[in-house]
């Protein structure tokens, strides 16, 4: 029960920091081994390899409040990360290969 305590406050916590900065919005992604996190909202964005992208980049952890903590810890949110995304594919773009390092 110990963990689950820790999950509901982390996730409170979670949720009055997208409340106060982010609209209320967060989002919170389950893949097969692990589990990506950022403020604000990916889903919004106009491109799939770009969401692709933002998506790779996201806080990420084996278990949901893990990849919530850094979250929390970094200030990941989907606008700084769609930033990076951009400017990383403009450099790609200007070197003329399909390959962006992020």
């Known amino acids: ?5 820790s999950f509901n406050e ?14 209320g919005h967060f989002t919170l992604f389950k893949f097969t081994t692990n589990w990506r996190f950022c403020f ?9 390899m770009t969401e692709h992208l933002v998506i ?3 806080a990420e ?17 989907a606008h700084d990360l769609l930033k990076i995304v951009e400017q990383k594919l403009e450099e790609a773009n200007k070197n003329d290969t399909w390959y962006v390092d992020l």
């Open 61 to 77: 952890g084996k278990k949901p409040e893990e990849a919530i903590k850094k979250g929390i810890n970094k200030n990941i949110n």
């Open 56 to 58: 790779s980049i996201m």
């Open 10 to 23: 982390i996730f409170q916590h979670c949720i009055d920091i997208a409340n106060e900065k982010y609209d």
């Open 40 to 48: 604000g909202t990916v889903g919004a964005l106009a491109d799939l």
């Open 1 to 5: 029960m110990e963990s689950n305590n």
